[in-house]
């Protein structure tokens, strides 16, 4: 369900060190495009989308028109900023909405391409989108915000949309509120978990809502269990850009740490076992 509580803004010396180590250092720009040399693999074991989550994301244009209210999302052109291998993408397809998908790595746009054929999807970055003003109702942007350069890439975003469109960001984040997810999550390194979401909104203040530009934000959270084993969740890691850069001994030894920790707790002894996640959502509409 969404989550009701009153926006916070973070700590700024906690979301500056979380933004600093995802977007700007060097090796933080390393991981950033890292994601290519797995595409496959990304594609394979990444978790998809709550249908909920996305349908939620997009309310606000029902309001806005009440054509669409009454005839479906089929009139909505939305854009998938930083696609990836189209996980997101899949869905916005199920719900029948016309996809435009944009990806910087060239790999990752092949998978893209393979997976979903019908789809228009192009070559380029949040800062600079191949497309034209007013273009779109709604750009979404799954597990990718944080990559961004949002000094420019909330202006180009607020370029492309329409008045009253919709900005918004999703996360697939590990439930740490159980005990043995978050030891779980510990020893597999996450950068992002779902406290680290609740505590660094990433459309705080002037300088993550492009000023003027966007509406207040909204926050939403849908629970999902995500069915996994043993080597399911192994290859998961795998595709975590922290594990992508890191030496193939500094891999191994990590992903071994991991197998550990699941054959010694009993609620992941026996192979197989549902991992609770949460889906955080982040949505701003494009103001006139």
């Not at 978990?193 to 809502?209: E, I, S, V, Y």
């Amino acid at each position: 369900m969404p989550d009701d509580r009153p926006n916070h803004r973070p700590n700024d010396t906690v979301e500056r060190r979380v933004v600093e180590d995802e977007a700007s250092s060097p090796r933080a720009a390393r991981r950033a495009m890292a994601f290519g040399t797995r595409a496959a693999s990304y594609a394979t074991h990444r978790p998809g989308y709550p249908e909920e989550a996305v349908r939620w994301a997009l309310a606000p244009l029902a309001e806005r028109d009440r054509r669409l209210a009454r005839d479906g999302l089929e009139r909505l052109d939305v854009l998938d900023l930083a696609a990836g291998t189209g996980k997101l993408t899949e869905v916005l397809v199920g719900l029948g909405v016309h996809v435009m998908a944009v990806e910087p790595d060239t790999a990752m746009l092949a998978e893209l391409r393979v997976r979903l054929p019908d789809v228009s999807a192009l070559q380029g970055r949040a800062e600079a989108i191949p497309l034209e003003d007013a273009s779109v109702d709604a750009v979404l942007v799954g597990q990718a915000f944080h990559w961004f350069d949002r000094e420019a890439a909330l202006p180009e975003i607020a370029r492309v949309l329409r008045p009253g469109g919709v900005l918004a960001a999703l996360w697939n984040l590990e439930d740490v509120r159980v005990e043995w997810v978050a030891a779980l999550a510990r020893v597999s390194r996450l950068p992002r978990d779902l406290l680290t979401w609740r505590n660094t909104p990433r459309f705080t203040g002037d300088d993550a809502t492009g000023g003027s530009s966007f509406s207040d934000v909204e926050r939403g959270e849908f629970p999902y269990v995500d069915r996994l084993t043993h080597d399911t969740y192994l290859a998961r890691m795998a595709t975590r850009s922290r594990l992508l850069v890191m030496s193939e001994d500094e891999r191994a030894e990590v992903l071994s740490q991991i197998r550990d920790e699941m054959t010694s707790r009993p609620e992941t002894a026996s192979g197989s076992f549902d991992l609770p996640m949460v889906t955080g959502v982040e949505r701003v509409v494009r103001l006139p």
